[in-house]
């Protein structure tokens, strides 16, 4: 309900939704991707690279992928999908720290090429990341899965075999 509220621009009444679900104890589940690498599992939770050892050259990746995709042309429709009132730029910021897009990071400094990265994720994939992941896999020339809790994506030259749902 929170969401719908923010979604329409009610922020009064979003923030109202969200401080009854606290006060009463009730939580979102996180934004949650992983991937395994050598059996060891690196775990990304959204907007926090902090635990992460490499959050510099993850940083790095992502803001050179944003400029290469924007170069081609790319504009980030991250309107709807930040549930709290923040500047449009801030917006942006926070979508590009979604969880996939941190693992996506992470695969990309620590898997050699030619090699699919894998992603898993806990929730669905928002469309923000799902066009940024097309656009990516053409960029890097790599093939990306993302299990998401819906199903299977796989990106490949510029398209994910989904192209139907989105």
Known sequence: MSNTFAKIGKWDNAYKIRSEMKRHGIRKEPGCSWVEIKDATYIFYAGDLSSCTQEAEIATVLKEL???MKERGYVSA????????VEEEAEETI???HSEKLALGFALINIPK?????VMKNLRMCWNCHDAFKLISDIVERDIIVRD???FHHFRDGSCTCRDFW
């Open 114 to 118: 030619g090699v699919t990265i894998r």
């Open 78 to 85: 991250s309107k709807g999908l930040v549930f709290v009132d």
């Open 149 to 151: 809790l819906n199903r």
């Open 95 to 97: 979508v590009g720290l």
């Open 66 to 68: 944003q400029l290469r």
